[in-house]
T-cell receptor
Framework: ETGVTQSPTHLIKTRGQQVTLRCSSQSGHNTVSWYQQALGQGPQFIFQYYREEENGRGNFPPRFSGLQFPNYSSELNVNALELDDSALYLC?????????????FGAGTRLSVL | GQQLNQSPQSMFIQEGEDVSMNCTSSSIFNTWLWYKQDPGEGPVLLIALYKAGELTSNGRLTAQFGITRKDSFLNISASIPSDVGIYFC???????????FGTGTSLTVIP
């Protein structure tokens, strides 16, 4: 148990829809990162949020956006869903910003786009 | 973009055997991390390496930060069934704005 919780655990959407995924970070952690993991592949970094601001971003289009709240929980929003967005979305929290810090992962949200 | 290549892609070994896997990158890393992921779970950190040449152990696991800073190695001694899973190397880009995971090594331990 890492103390990082994600909701929902599973989600089914259709192409063109929008989705919001949620993450509660471990107590005492102020930084949240989001990853996309396609089946059979390693996680791909989407972005990191530190104190409510984006602090690093991977090669994902603008339709992937995020928010971090004052209690350090976070949301990942994906607009105009595409079939290739089907994946496991992982959230990780860490004690401070900087991608070299140890990140603790949640169990993920499995998104299926039909 | 950056690619962390892991080999082997998969391994099938007998319980009690030792395991070696490695990870290489096209550019220099200042931090190497090794994670294990079980089915239906998020990755769990096994070992963190912060210095070229560093050798660090965590129980039966030993990892090394390559001298060139472009590779890292993970060894598991006396494997047991619960070692089954996918092992990923990972690390932040030098700018600190990107984070990469490797392609993964899938380990199966046969009792």
């Amino acid at each position: 148990e890492t103390g990082v919780t994600q909701s929902p655990t599973h989600l089914i959407k259709t192409r063109g829809q929008q989705v919001t995924l949620r993450c509660s970070s471990q107590s005492g952690h102020n930084t949240v990162s989001w990853y996309q993991q396609a089946l059979g592949q390693g996680p791909q970094f989407i972005f990191q949020y530190y104190r409510e601001e984006e602090n690093g971003r991977g090669n994902f289009p603008p339709r992937f956006s995020g928010l971090q709240f004052p209690n350090y929980s976070s949301e990942l929003n994906v607009n105009a869903l595409e079939l290739d967005d089907s994946a496991l979305y992982l959230c990780a929290s860490s004690v401070d910003r900087g991608l070299g810090n140890i990140q603790y992962f949640g169990a993920g949200t499995r998104l299926s786009v039909l | 973009g950056q690619q962390l290549n892991q080999s082997p892609q998969s391994m099938f070994i007998q319980e009690g055997e030792d395991v070696s896997m490695n990870c290489t990158s096209s550019s220099i890393f200042n931090t190497w991390l090794w994670y294990k992921q079980d089915p239906g779970e998020g990755p769990v950190l096994l070992i963190a390496l912060y210095k070229a040449g560093e050798l660090t152990s965590n129980g039966r696991l030993t990892a090394q930060f390559g001298i060139t800073r472009k590779d890292s190695f993970l060894n598991i001694s006396a494997s047991i069934p619960s070692d089954v899973g996918i092992y990923f190397c990972a690390g932040p880009e030098n700018t600190g704005n990107q984070f990469y995971f490797g392609t993964g090594t899938s380990l199966t331990v046969i009792p």
